[in-house]
């Protein structure tokens, strides 16, 4: 790693092997600079560029690989290009960049809420999208299943109708024979060749066969034209109560809760800048009255001329500001320190507030884009509809006058044979006749025959994919259940990780008065308005132990500064196994560890370097001493900063 301008570096080169590498150094040695600079280029917020320069740069090879990220000051804010490790550093910021002001830790110390940390890389708008369009496709699978249960009923009936209709073919061709031999017979036997006029006779019966052919044709095509028309009026009539029935949606609102979103978003956005940047002032001047204190005792023993009650009184001493460079007392910039850590606490819980009011808004704005959505689908179902049921009242309007035609066309032919008959022998006419009936028969019960094998071949065809249907919607109802539950085993799986090294630390680090550090997930009634909403929260229950074998609960106020920070990275620790992020970030980052004793800092990092291909602490030169002491070279790189 090459490091330019970062933190107090001016410029540098360090190489970190696998394992746990330990920057040891004393205070303002630049141990924090270095980890801020491996936090630059894997590609976080987590640093701040050398005050005195105007622009820095880190390059980081991991592997094979180089990634190059450069940062400038323009105009008081810091911009920044290259090619960082992560394209998305958000995880990394979270659960493996553990600075002092990492949101993590903060949250532990704070009490704020450790559960929307962990769930905040997840994208549930994503999810939701997805549970969406699995919920549409299983309605269209339902509605092709639906159909295709009916179709299997309609196929049993067509099988056993095509049977009927075979039987019913072998009856006419039967009849048929019989009279076809009657009228050879009559016509050897009465040589009535002379009177009948067979060819008009022959040219009137091809045509009456013809005009009642086609008016089965157009009754057949009547009746099923009437019947869609029913069934798109009793379609129109439901789509029309359930259009009805639903509220229209209100553009204006829609707008109005995206507005203001997008304005809670950048209020949240300011809020965490805000709070980022106090905690840096409150710190820093931390720092200065530490400092500060130091040169009032070197000035105790130069000055034998004050006298000892006001030498030893440090709230009336006065300090050199380092904003201004006046002289004020001390015990004013404390005070103003004090306020500043009120204005970060109340901020924090501003934050908290508006990220209660993203997750209401947006709940509020994909309640109503649905029914916006489906407000407009009924619509378009309604004008679709109404277009098909015109164009069937016409198409009914065509084949009843149609109808009507060969009605009469099929009258005139009729009242044609009969004057025909009249003139011929009345046996063989009315033979021919009945020949001429069942070979119509015949014909209408052939084509009824083939009409009945092609629906039922329709039938088979569509009903071979319900089976592959079935799967798709198994295989779609699975996804939907992992979707609605993969949050809820987010949460189940962190509580147990957290839980899990939590029992494991606390009997490896000997914390003898914790009996046990534990989370619970609950829920409780918020109001949000006028509105109640359930809001989920981990509960961090801490269990003490007296000397006589009692236990009780405790509070994390009453832990010491150690535990508390140990909790606080066991909390990454979880974060950071859940969401695999050893997957695209093999690093772990720990600063300000230096409240956690020697022998118990060692054993912490021999448990998390378990789980962190790379791990990097910062030590002070006693810590390191330890280390050195209870582990080998080969487990634990020092490098004296």
């Known amino acids: 790693m090459w490091v330019k301008n970062i933190g107090g570096i001016d410029e540098t080169t360090m190489q970190i092997s696998s394992g746990v590498t330990a920057l040891v150094g004393e ?16 590609g976080t917020d987590s640093y701040t560029l050398k005050s ?35 394209e998305e550093p958000k995880v990394a910021e979270l659960f493996a960049v553990l ?23 997840i994208d549930t708008e994503a999810i939701d999208r997805q549970i969406s369009e699995q919920v549409d496709r299983r309605r269209e699978i339902d509605r092709e299943l639906d159909r295709l249960e009916a179709l299997a009923d309609d196929l049993t009936d067509l099988k056993a109708q095509r049977s009927r209709t075979e039987e019913e073919l072998e009856r006419i061709e ?56 029913a069934s798109l009026r009793e379609n129109r009539e439901t789509v029309e109560q359930q259009f009805n029935a639903l509220e229209p949606p209100d553009e204006t609102q829609i707008a109005a809760l995206e507005e203001r979103l997008g304005h809670l978003r950048t209020r949240k956005r300011s809020l965490t800048s805000t709070i980022t940047e106090l905690q840096q002032v409150i710190r820093f001047n931390s720092d200065r009255l530490q400092d500060s204190q130091s040169g009032l005792r070197d000035a105790l023993d130069d000055d034998a001329a004050e006298s000892v009650t006001d030498q030893l009184n440090p709230a009336d001493a006065a300090v050199t500001c380092w904003t201004c460079g006046s002289e004020v007392e001390r015990q004013r910039i404390e005070e103003m320190a004090d306020e500043l850590q009120q204005l970060r606490t109340a901020k924090t819980e501003e934050k908290n507030e508006v990220a209660s009011d993203i997750e209401a808004v947006s709940a509020e704005i994909e309640t ?16 679709a509809i109404e277009a098909k049921i015109e164009e069937s009242e016409a198409t009914i309007d065509d084949l009843e006058q149609r109808r009507d035609s060969r009605t009469q066309e099929i009258e005139e032919l009729e009242t044609t044979i009969d004057e025909i008959q009249r ?41 071979a994919e319900r089976e592959a249907l079935e799967d798709e919607r198994a295989a779609i109802a699975e996804q939907i259940a992992e979707l609605r539950t993969r949050i809820e085993r987010i949460e189940t799986q962190a509580v147990d990780e957290f839980n899990t090294h939590m029992d494991e630390l606390i009997d490896k680090l000997d914390y003898q008065n914790i009996d046990r550090i534990w989370i619970e997930p609950t829920e409780r009634e918020v109001t949000d308005g006028r509105r109640e909403t359930t809001e989920r929260r981990f509960e961090l229950h801490i269990i003490r132990q007296r000397d006589e074998g009692e236990v009780y609960e405790d509070t994390i106020d009453h832990l010491s500064e150690s535990e508390r920070e140990i909790v606080g990275l066991v909390v990454a620790l979880a974060g950071y196994l859940v969401h695999n992020v050893h997957e695209t970030v093999p690093f772990m980052l720990l600063d300000s560890v230096e409240m956690i004793d020697g022998e118990r800092l060692v054993d912490l990092i021999s448990y998390l370097e378990e789980y962190i291909p790379y791990l990097v602490v910062v030590l002070l030169p006693d810590h390191a001493k330890v280390f050195e002491e209870q582990l080998s070279a080969d487990e634990t790189e020092l490098i004296e900063v």
């Open 27 to 42: 205070n303002a040695t630049n141990r924090t600079s270095l980890i801020q600079a491996i936090a630059a280029g894997l």
């Open 423 to 463: 003139t011929q022998e009345e046996e063989a006419l009315s033979l021919q006749q009945e020949i001429s009936e069942l070979e119509y028969e015949k014909g209408r019960v052939e084509n009824e025959l083939d009409t009945l094998t092609a629906q039922i071949e329709e039938a088979a065809a569509a009903l």
């Open 52 to 86: 005195d320069a105007d622009c820095g740069e880190v390059s980081l090879t991991v592997g094979e690989e180089t990634y190059l990220r450069r940062m400038r000051r323009e105009n008081n804010h810091l911009e920044t290009d290259g090619d960082p490790y992560l």
């Open 99 to 121: 600075l002092d002001s990492n949101e993590v830790r903060q949250a532990v110390r704070q009490q704020g809420d450790i559960r929307e940390l962990i769930l905040e890389p």
């Open 174 to 229: 039967s009849e048929l024979a019989v009279a076809r031999e009657q009228l050879a017979t009559v016509d050897e036997g009465s040589g009535a060749d002379e009177s009948l006029d067979e060819a008009k006779l022959d040219e009137k019966l091809e045509q009456l066969s013809e005009a009642k052919d086609a008016l089965e044709q157009v009754e057949a095509n009547l009746d099923s034209e009437r019947k869609r028309l």
């Open 368 to 383: 109503l884009k649905a029914r916006k959505e489906e407000y407009a689908e009924l619509d378009d179902q309604l004008t």
